[in-house]
């Protein structure tokens, strides 16, 4: 009977294989887990997102509490939290992602003066024209950033409707959210809604996105003297409505305490989002000052 060669053995070579396949897949893991993100809470609708590095402000708010605001049409309100930070909190900066320029709650005076510190702003048609360092992006619109720090950076602007709807869009005027894009997002897209209500595009942005982190304004915003109970951002049974619709993996709520037009309490938004089966396992409830690692 004739022997098979010695030199080439296919099951031997079949596991060799293997273990090369998977040598190289537990690898890839190992380079995409690498992906640093870490989200420190400032104050309202500002915190700093912090990307392998490359570092992302969001509506700057920086005054201190006590003074009253005008934010338009009537619309006014008491800052009552001071904003946390450390001294290098606001350090080396890359990039601050305007959500609306036109109401304090989301650009203060401070804020605006460390605004001119960092070389990009992106944020609305609108707020674009006031502001020289920054860039106006139209819904759906999309900017490329080329930074060593973080392969393939792209950023898109989100729809928005940023008061009850049967208001006129001019009242609170144009308003973007953004979904942050690069190379090596396995679970999903960063999503930050900016001012917002629950509303029909919600149904747009699930259809385009597959959503990793979300980071929803909320607080149930309500201007009693002006428009009753309309409300200008979502509460949380609006946001438990929204990561129905768009299903991200992690969700973290700011942007709900800190002014008196904030209608919903802190303590009422824990227990629904800590109660509901859609929130509760993946709710991240960020402390003022505390960097979260997602
Ligand atoms: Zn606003």
Redesign the pocket.
């Known amino acids: 009977m004739k022997k098979m060669p010695t030199k080439f053995k296919p099951f031997k070579f079949s596991i060799f294989l293997f273990f090369i396949i998977q040598w190289n897949y537990s690898h890839s893991q190992i380079n995409l887990s690498k992906m640093n993100i870490t989200v420190t809470h400032i104050d309202g609708p500002c915190i700093l997102l912090e990307i392998n590095g490359f570092k992302i402000i969001t509506d700057p708010t920086l005054d201190s509490a006590g003074k009253i605001y005008h ?1 338009g049409f009537g619309s006014i309100s008491r800052k009552t939290d001071n904003p946390v930070l450390n001294d290098s909190t606001l350090k080396n900066i890359d990039l601050i992602l305007l ?2 320029h ?2 304090k ?2 650009f203060d005076n401070k804020g605006r003066e460390f605004a001119k510190t960092v070389p990009l702003i992106l944020t609305t048609k609108n707020g674009s024209k006031k502001l020289s360092n920054a860039v106006g992006l139209n819904n759906w619109e999309s900017f490329a950033i080329n930074t060593p720090k973080l392969k393939g950076l792209k950023i898109t602007a989100i729809p928005a409707q ?1 008061h009850p709807s049967w208001l006129p869009a001019f009242f ?1 005027g144009k ?1 973007i959210g953004f979904i942050i894009e690069y190379e090596g997002q396995e679970h999903g897209v960063i999503y930050i809604s900016g ?1 917002t209500v629950f509303f029909d595009e919600f149904y747009e942005i699930a259809k385009r996105y597959k959503i990793d982190i979300s980071i929803f304004h909320v607080g149930s ?1 309500q201007f009693p003297y002006l428009s009753g109970k309309g409300r ?2 979502m509460d949380s049974n609006d946001l438990i409505k929204a990561v129905e619709v768009l299903k991200p993996n992690k969700v973290i709520p700011i942007h709900h305490k800190g002014w008196s037009h904030f209608k919903e309490k802190e303590d009422t938004m824990k227990t629904n989002l800590s109660n509901n089966e859609f929130t509760k396992e993946k709710t991240i409830f960020l402390v003022s000052g505390k960097p979260d690692k997602l």
């Open positions: 934010h959500s609306h036109q109401h709650d989301n940023h609170s308003v001012d915003a200008y951002t």
